[in-house]
């Protein structure tokens, strides 16, 4: 990854629109750059596995083994300059998560995460420590992603019970994806996002221990609402929500 942080930090620093992907998000130079570089390097060493982007979609390939990337989600989050935003990758073997990693480059952090095998931040094993079941939950910092995907899939009331004291809004996007799985935010709720966003993040959460759920509140094809965290957060905010756990939200509609 030593070569997409080059590309990304020099891009954050300057980035300038190229255009629109196809989920309609802000995009930069960089997003495409980092992209076909993963894909280049990738395609070198696994010619037969297939890859999801988020730039330039799918290849065609009939392989079992799907990469997903996320070149550099979070520069649209934030005004320029801020370091903020981070690579997002994954693997899938059969339609199932396997290997996440998500590296934020100006901040030198990189999280890895194979099923089974755990997690680790810098190569540092990472253990997401619960918070003890009690009263004491609803006092942990919860990070909420943008209302206005909130508002366009009419969970307004939603957002809003979620943002009553002592409850303000978190950092959101990969930035406040990686506060999550350190721990630092108990839990985050972010509705509206793509394959490429929650692969990566669902492996590492999960092999990190935490809880990774998928609401059955998205209206959309494609669109995923998810809230993750330590166990006892999110199962607090779940309730907060009135929502349950979608048994069928880990079967992607890719």
């Known amino acids: 990854m030593h070569a997409t942080r080059f590309v990304a930090m020099d891009a954050v620093r300057s980035a300038q629109a190229h255009g629109f992907p196809?989920?309609?998000h802000h995009a930069t130079d960089v997003d495409f750059q980092v992209e076909q570089m993963i894909r280049s390097r990738l395609r070198a060493a696994l010619?037969?596995?297939r890859i999801l982007g988020r730039q330039q979609l799918r290849g065609t390939s009939g392989s079992e083994y799907e990469w997903i990337v996320d070149p550099l989600n979070g520069a649209d989050a934030a005004p320029p300059g801020?370091?903020?935003?981070?690579v997002?990758?994954?693997l899938r073997y059969r339609g199932e998560p396997v290997l996440g990693l998500i590296d934020l480059p100006t901040l030198d952090r990189c999280y890895v995460a194979a099923r089974g095998r755990g997690a680790t931040c810098n190569s540092e094993p990472l253990s997401l420590a619960d918070t003890v079941d009690g009263p004491q939950v609803a006092e942990?910092?919860?990070a909420v992603g943008g209302r206005e995907w909130f508002v366009r899939l009419s969970e307004t009331e939603a957002f809003d019970r979620l943002m009553r004291p002592p409850h303000p809004p978190g950092p959101c996007d990969r930035f406040g994806h990686a506060l999550v799985i350190e721990g630092s935010v108990a839990a985050m709720v972010d509705y509206g996002l793509r394959i490429?966003?929650?692969?990566a993040m669902q492996v590492i959460v999960r092999e990190a221990g935490g809880r990774y759920e998928?609401?059955?509140t998205s209206r959309e094809p494609e669109v995923y609402d998810v809230v993750f965290g330590k166990p006892n957060v999110v199962?607090?905010?779940m309730k907060r929500l009135k929502v349950s756990a979608n048994p069928t939200g880990s079967r992607w509609s890719h």
């Open 22 to 24: 196809p989920d309609r």
């Open 47 to 49: 010619p037969e596995h």
């Open 82 to 86: 801020l370091p903020l935003a981070g």
């Open 88 to 90: 997002s990758l994954a």
């Open 140 to 142: 942990e910092i919860v």
């Open 196 to 199: 490429w966003d929650v692969v």
């Open 214 to 216: 998928w609401l059955g």
């Open 235 to 237: 199962d607090w905010v």
